[in-house]
């Protein structure tokens, strides 16, 4: 037997209500072809499907589209409020009253017709089902260049660490009603929300179907160099959530490495200039501290923004001061012992950083809420 047969079968059998959300935002092109793709896939497997179109007020003539195809099953709802892609998909996924829930694009990218698939593998121990371009068997469009690729690719591995998935920026994924409204704290930023969904709703097994991924052939694509920025800000706050202080630690060193470039770069220019050495180090030493407090205060400890600057920077030149010292009498007294310089020199830099770390975590940029 086919798979569409089995699936068939399986569908008439259980006939479960699906909800398909569409974020849409000046798809006016594609909705009438989207919504004649889906009513093919309703109409041959007997489905008791809804589709709800999120439009972030897109003012091109999608309402009236819709209103005149005249069908029960397709309604625009036009938000106006928290206009973005994941808050659409998010109020899409909140005013749905049916069993499945299925979030999908409206640009055709994807093919509507694979959706059955991944909601017949939804199950008890299944919590998302997800339409993956990069899992064996799937696909994108040929013309995709090195720089698209690339960039798809490095977006992919920066998301690695939260969720176990090929192709965790897809926009093509079911899931069941029950797991969605047991998920909370909700703060997406951007326009990945399955991360979000897979993170907040606590999904631990995700299975990925392989797609074919296609070019839009009719309007713009949203996403620009501005969301791909927020992707990185939503990453983060993700980061955070699920790592809580060992997040903090990780920007902590990243920060801390972008000043040790800093230091050696402005101690480079310093000597070039001819400004004498001794002087040289200690204008290179404070630049770097003054690096580092600023991306520590903007990033790794950002939730306490809201408390005194110059409190905090007293803070943590005093900290940064004893942890050199510590640095300094550990290195000491690893040589002594090991007559090793450079793996004394590496142990005392590491209880040198923990300290560091420690108090400016736990002391300078202490905070009894944590947001992100
Ligand atoms: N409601 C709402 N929908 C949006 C917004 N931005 C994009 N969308 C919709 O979200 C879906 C995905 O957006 P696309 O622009 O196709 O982005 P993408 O699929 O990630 O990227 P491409 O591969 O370039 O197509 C489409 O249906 C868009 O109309 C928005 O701000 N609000
Ligand atoms: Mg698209």
Redesign the pocket.
């Given at each position: 037997m086919r798979a569409s047969a089995i699936l068939k079968s399986e569908f008439s059998s259980i006939c479960p209500s699906i909800t398909v959300v569409?974020?849409?935002?000046?798809?006016v092109e594609?909705i009438p072809r989207l919504v004649a793709r889906l009513q093919g896939v309703r109409d041959d497997f007997g489905l008791d499907l809804e589709l709800l179109l999120?439009?972030?007020d897109s003012r091109d003539g999608s309402d009236k589209v819709v209103e005149t195809l005249m069908l029960p099953w397709v309604s625009l709802v036009t938000?106006t409020t928290n206009?973005?892609?994941s808050y659409?998909v998010l109020d899409g996924l909140m005013r749905s009253q049916r069993d499945l829930l299925v979030v999908m694009?409206?640009?055709l990218?994807v093919p509507p017709e694979k959706f059955p698939e991944l909601v017949a593998l939804l199950g008890d121990n299944v919590h998302v089902v997800v339409g993956s371009r990069f899992t064996e068997g799937g696909s994108t469009a040929d013309d995709w260049g090195v720089p698209r690729w690339l960039n798809s690719r490095v977006a992919t591995l920066m998301a690695l660490p939260l969720a176990r998935l090929s192709d965790p920026?897809s926009?093509f994924f079911a899931m069941r009603r029950s797991t969605f409204i047991a998920g909370q704290d909700f703060n997406p930023v951007g326009?990945k929300i399955l991360l979000e969904l897979i993170l907040k709703c606590r999904c631990s097994h995700i299975v990925e179907v392989p797609i074919h991924f296609d070019n839009?052939r009719f309007?713009?694509?949203?996403?620009s160099f501005g969301e791909q920025l927020r992707y990185v800000q939503h990453l983060r706050r993700l980061y955070i959530y699920k790592y809580g202080t060992w997040s903090h630690l990780g920007q902590f060193l990243v920060v801390g490495i972008s000043g040790l470039i800093v230091n050696l770069l402005a101690l480079t220019l310093l000597l070039r200039l001819q400004v004498p050495g001794k002087l040289a180090v200690v204008i290179a030493i404070a630049v770097s501290m003054l690096w580092n407090f600023a991306f520590n205060r903007r990033f790794s400890f950002s939730y306490a923004r809201d408390q005194s600057i110059v409190g905090q920077l007293i803070g943590f030149v005093a900290a940064c001061s004893v942890g050199a010292v510590f640095n300094y009498f550990v290195t000491m007294g690893f040589w002594a012992v090991f007559s090793h310089k450079q793996f004394s020199a590496f142990i005392g830099v590491a209880v040198g950083t923990v300290f560091n770390f420690m108090s400016s975590r736990f002391v300078i940029f202490r905070s009894k809420y944590i947001r992100s």
């Amino acid at each position: 037997m086919r798979a569409s047969a089995i699936l068939k079968s399986e569908f008439s059998s259980i006939c479960p209500s699906i909800t398909v959300v569409v974020p849409t935002y000046r798809e006016v092109e594609n909705i009438p072809r989207l919504v004649a793709r889906l009513q093919g896939v309703r109409d041959d497997f007997g489905l008791d499907l809804e589709l709800l179109l999120m439009d972030d007020d897109s003012r091109d003539g999608s309402d009236k589209v819709v209103e005149t195809l005249m069908l029960p099953w397709v309604s625009l709802v036009t938000r106006t409020t928290n206009r973005s892609l994941s808050y659409a998909v998010l109020d899409g996924l909140m005013r749905s009253q049916r069993d499945l829930l299925v979030v999908m694009g409206a640009d055709l990218s994807v093919p509507p017709e694979k959706f059955p698939e991944l909601v017949a593998l939804l199950g008890d121990n299944v919590h998302v089902v997800v339409g993956s371009r990069f899992t064996e068997g799937g696909s994108t469009a040929d013309d995709w260049g090195v720089p698209r690729w690339l960039n798809s690719r490095v977006a992919t591995l920066m998301a690695l660490p939260l969720a176990r998935l090929s192709d965790p920026m897809s926009g093509f994924f079911a899931m069941r009603r029950s797991t969605f409204i047991a998920g909370q704290d909700f703060n997406p930023v951007g326009y990945k929300i399955l991360l979000e969904l897979i993170l907040k709703c606590r999904c631990s097994h995700i299975v990925e179907v392989p797609i074919h991924f296609d070019n839009r052939r009719f309007g713009k694509s949203k996403l620009s160099f501005g969301e791909q920025l927020r992707y990185v800000q939503h990453l983060r706050r993700l980061y955070i959530y699920k790592y809580g202080t060992w997040s903090h630690l990780g920007q902590f060193l990243v920060v801390g490495i972008s000043g040790l470039i800093v230091n050696l770069l402005a101690l480079t220019l310093l000597l070039r200039l001819q400004v004498p050495g001794k002087l040289a180090v200690v204008i290179a030493i404070a630049v770097s501290m003054l690096w580092n407090f600023a991306f520590n205060r903007r990033f790794s400890f950002s939730y306490a923004r809201d408390q005194s600057i110059v409190g905090q920077l007293i803070g943590f030149v005093a900290a940064c001061s004893v942890g050199a010292v510590f640095n300094y009498f550990v290195t000491m007294g690893f040589w002594a012992v090991f007559s090793h310089k450079q793996f004394s020199a590496f142990i005392g830099v590491a209880v040198g950083t923990v300290f560091n770390f420690m108090s400016s975590r736990f002391v300078i940029f202490r905070s009894k809420y944590i947001r992100s």
